[in-house]
Each structure stands twice: as structure tokens, then as C-alpha cells.
């Protein structure tokens, strides 16, 4: 089965997206491209958690996403940036990039030791 991982990049995009069109929207064009975007968004999220652990890839699409947000409003929108900030935002981002390598190396030592995906399954509740 191949790796969902490269959804994140239009998933995130789409949440960047939406997150700042909910701020700025004034019409409904722009309410419905926002509309848009989150149903996008959250779609490739939740296709890329049919086959990926379900923590990790909401984990990294939410950090990606309010960092991708973060760093437009500041380059893009006039949001102030400060040292804090961007101590901030690589916190997270060193925590998200992370639980991504711990998850990868995780699932890989598993699928050797013969277990399954079902022990996740069960921990989310689908069945």
C-alpha cells in the first residue's frame, strides 16, 4: 500500500487557506472558496487517516497548518513578528516533525513484529 504522506502538502495549503479566509472573507465568493477549502482540507486529511495513524497525520496537518498561517499573516498580512514567535513555531514544528519519525519508525518495527493496524482500529473507535 503506498504512503498518503504527500497529501499533506495540498491538505496543509487548504487549511492555510481556509484558517485565513475565515478572517478575511467578505463575500459570499470568498465564504464559498473557504467553504471549499475546508471541506478539501479535512477530506485529504481524513484520506490519508484511512492508512496512516490517525494521531500522526492530524498531529502534522494541524502543526503544519498553524504554522503555514502563522508565518502568511506575518509575511503576507502585516501580523507582527517577534523572536517568541518563531521560538514558538520551531517548538512545534520539532514536536511535529518528531511524532512523524517516531511514528514512521514505529509502524515499521510492528509490520516486522508481525502486528497489525487493528490495535488502532480499536483505539479510535472504527471498527
Known amino acids: 500500500m503506498a504512503s498518503k504522506w504527500w497529501l499533506m502538502l495540498p491538505a496543509t495549503l487548504c487549511e492555510i487557506g481556509w484558517a485565513l479566509g475565515a478572517k478575511y472573507a467578505q463575500g459570499p465568493v470568498e465564504w464559498l472558496a473557504t467553504l471549499v477549502l475546508v471541506t478539501l482540507s479535512l477530506g485529504l486529511a481524513t484520506w490519508m487517516a484511512r492508512t496512516l495513524p490517525t494521531t500522526t497525520v492530524y498531529t502534522v496537518f494541524v502543526g503544519l497548518g498553524a504554522t503555514g498561517t502563522v508565518l502568511v499573516d506575518i509575511a503576507f498580512l ?14 512545534l514544528l520539532t514536536g511535529v516533525v518528531g511524532l512523524k519519525l517516531y511514528s514512521s519508525s514505529n509502524s515499521s518495527s510492528n509490520s516486522s513484529s508481525g502486528s497489525s493496524n487493528d490495535e488502532e482500529a480499536s483505539c479510535t473507535g472504527s471498527h
Open 78 to 91: 502585516g501580523a507582527p513578528f517577534n523572536v517568541l514567535t518563531l521560538i514558538l513555531m520551531a517548538a
